[in-house]
């Protein structure tokens, strides 16, 4: 049960999101947890991937926040570095056992960035970019289904699904963002099957003023398409969650759709333009949520 102590409260975002962090429909009780780990997720990630820092110095930084880690969830206090991020983090764990594990796999998936990008590489295919998925979107989802006190199996794989579409969104998102920082989340098998080269990906320059080839706009297509389709796998979970936990789902996974109907309406040209939510997307965001149905045949499967 959680303590009566008073909650330490982490950091407020300050960074832009697609998805609501922490709000207002989230019970109160549950908020500092919730932002305790968002705290820690958002500095992990910004260790990784803010600032001029080389690689060498990224990866020991996490490996320092690793340690953090460690030490919070067997009661230490924190240290100097990182007081904001593990004291309440540590305090989430001691009130609600949030499984270190779980943590753990966010920073495993933060150091694969980073090696991946110092060595200029990429995904094989879509097997691949999922296992990354895995572990670094899959583990915020169990993470607040583990304080909701859910942990059944058929909502643990409908998070999944749904964490995994919400990490392929954000990289066919930012493709005019990530290419030119040597960030490559393309899989090459999918590029291969449209004609494409990764030599391609380290050419691009999205200032260029010529449209992208057909082929490229495919290929978006097609990947568009799978994540709209792991989306719609793991949506029955909006009705497996009681009261506000539902609704909160419901504006998360159609912010997730509603970015894929941007890349859409742009001609699946986010080669060129990072497409984003902002106030005039949250009508249609709201009715879009009350109306979501609950499992049809057509929800049932996707090209994984």
């Not at 968002?38 to 991937?49: L, N, S």
């Not at 983090?89 to 009130?95: E, G, I, P």
Request: some cysteine; aromatic content about 8%.
């Amino acid at each position: 049960m959680p303590s009566t102590s008073p909650p330490a409260i982490a950091p407020a975002p300050t960074h832009y999101e697609n998805f609501p962090v922490a709000s207002w429909l989230c019970p109160p009780r549950l908020r500092p947890p919730i932002a305790a780990i968002y705290a820690f997720a958002r500095t992990a990630d910004d260790i990784a991937d803010e600032g001029d820092a080389p690689a060498d110095q990224r990866l020991d930084d996490l490996r320092a926040f690793r340690t953090e880690l460690a030490a919070a969830a067997h009661g230490a206090p924190p240290s100097a570095r990182w007081p904001a991020v593990f004291g309440p983090l540590a305090q989430a764990m001691r009130d609600f056992a949030l499984p270190e594990p779980l943590l753990a796999d966010l920073l495993s998936a933060f150091m694969q960035d980073i090696e991946k990008t110092r060595d200029a590489t990429g995904y094989a295919d879509r097997a691949e970019l999922l296992d990354y998925c895995r572990r670094s979107a899959n583990p915020v989802g169990r993470l607040l289904l583990h304080l909701y006190g859910v942990d059944d199996a058929r909502s643990l794989a409908c998070s999944d699904a749904i964490c995994s579409a919400l990490q392929l969104v954000n990289f066919w998102q930012d493709l005019s963002v990530d290419l030119p920082r040597a960030r490559f989340y393309l899989p090459a098998a999918e590029l291969a099957s449209h004609g494409l080269s990764p030599q391609a990906l380290r050419d691009f320059r999205p200032s260029r003023p010529a449209a992208p080839p057909a082929a490229a706009l495919a290929l978006v297509r097609s990947l568009v398409a799978w994540a709209r389709a792991l989306m719609n796998e793991g949506a029955p979970l909006v009705h497996r969650l009681p009261g506000r936990a539902g609704w909160e789902l419901r504006l998360v996974v159609q912010g997730g759709l509603r970015i894929l109907d941007k890349i859409e309406a742009l001609g699946f040209d986010s080669w060129s333009r990072r497409p984003t939510i902002g106030k005039a997307d949250a009508p249609a965001l709201a009715w879009r949520a009350l109306w979501m149905r609950r499992q049809s045949p057509a929800m049932t499967s996707s090209p994984r």
